[in-house]
């Protein structure tokens, strides 16, 4: 992608009323706008790197099973006020139509995928399954100053599974755990599992997925010595008291971002939607169902408030906009431009994803704008480097430069 093409610019200033630094500096480096508060829309840089922690979730899900669907954001008021959620939930949105009838609009879709999912499990055999979707969620959040860490309009993916018996349940749910260890650990995130209560309503056992950062709304202790992590709501120990589970460490108090949550549903949607199957015996039951949430807009933005300095944004390479910055010095002769933009067709015929600032503008503002964007690795062309003979390479999150050759760049970094 040419920079001089393209749709948006770096500016100065984000909105007044904008304190996240998260939204900051999306806004200013061109990822996303805001809308209104807890409202953004993503732009072509804002979604490529939410693309791509889809994709990275995706392929995990897609590993242990799930099935991708995309199910409806606009849902029937009659299956809310079936479960109950349609009165108790706070935070759904409800609107009416010209005719009078009542619409839900999707916070979470319980009640969308169990009258779907009763149309196709009629016995044992066709159990477990799990199915998930990547999209648009809408919560009536009352404060919305975390930016796209709480927004009225987020992105989730929410995937739901239904079990025969309580023992494959819990296999599942662990391997689903496990799963998103890895999707956390892909993204250049260390994440914590607190053990939480389940919601209203379910006593079982849930887990909270934590990320440590001052930007989070949760406060957890957690062990220094082993895994234990508990939200501060629920928690019996607190700050420097012994782990009550390996009882060698200490606890550890501090502010954090929940970026995902798995839990056990029992077989209340079952009952409600009356989804029952034959079971192995002869019976008939409801089968268990878990869910299983994590939030893609809110990822972005704790990634933005992790590893973003003063200078703007550094991506970790796995969701960066673009894989290389190249950033041309245009000089007397115009023999680095012409090289320039020689090695940006080559990288582009090669599928390089490479962001070129062919603009024609002061090297101050290039490399300011490019710390801005916070693209991983950035190659620099001007006189200096073609009398060397070499390139500029610059590493964004450990602010070194080395000069590198052609061939090096294309083999290492491309
Ligand atoms: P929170 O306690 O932060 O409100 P939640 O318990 O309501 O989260 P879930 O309903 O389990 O969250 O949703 C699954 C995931 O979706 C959460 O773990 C979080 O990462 C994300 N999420 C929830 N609400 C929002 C929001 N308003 N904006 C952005 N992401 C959200
Ligand atoms: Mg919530």
Known sequence: ??????????????????????????????????????????????????????????????????????????????????????????????????????????????????????????????????????????????????????GREFGMKDMYSFHDTQEDFDKFYGIVKESYFKVYERLGLVAKATEADGGSFSKKISYEFMVLTDAGEDNIFYCNECSHCANEEVAEKKKGEQCPKCGKGTLEGAKASEVGNIFDLSRKYGEDFKLTYKTKDGGVKNPIMGC???????????????????????WPESVAPF?????????????????????????????????????????????????????????????????????????RAQDVTKMINEQELVENYA
Do not use: C
């Not at 609107?95 to 619409?103: P, Q």
């Not at 299983?292 to 704790?302: H, N, S």
């Open 323 to 395: 894989k290389l910055h190249l950033v041309v010095l245009d000089g007397q002769e115009g023999e680095a431009r012409k090289e320039a933009d020689r090695l940006y067709d080559e990288l582009i015929s090669r599928g390089v994803e490479v962001l070129y600032d062919d603009r024609e503008a002061r090297p101050g503002e290039k490399f300011a704008d490019a710390d801005l964007i916070g693209i991983p690795h950035r190659a620099v062309i001007s006189d200096k480097t073609i009398a060397a003979g070499q390139i500029e390479l610059y590493d």
């Open 292 to 314: 299983y949430g994590i939030g893609t807009t809110r990822l972005m933005g704790v990634i933005v408030e992790k590893f973003g300095d003063k200078k703007g944004i550094v």
């Open 1 to 150: 992608m040419r920079q001089s093409r393209l749709f948006t610019k770096t500016r100065k200033e984000a909105p007044k009323d904008e304190v996240a630094k998260n939204a900051q500096l999306l806004i200013r480096a061109g990822y996303i706008h805001k809308e209104m508060a807890g409202v953004y829309s993503y732009l072509p840089l804002g979604l490529r790197v939410l693309k791509k922690i889809e994709d990275i979730i995706r392929e995990e899900m897609n590993a242990i099973g799930g099935q991708e669907i995309q199910m409806a954001t606009l849902h029937p008021s009659e299956n809310w006020k079936l479960t109950g959620g349609w009165d108790n939930i706070d935070v759904l949105f409800k609107v009416e139509s010209r005719t009078g009838k009542e619409y839900a609009i999707g916070q979470s879709e319980e009640e969308i995928v169990t009258p779907i999912a009763k149309e196709y499990i009629s016995s044992y055999k066709d159990l477990p399954l799990a199915v998930y979707q990547i999209g648009q969620k809408y919560r009536d959040e009352l404060r919305a100053k975390s930016g796209i860490m709480r």
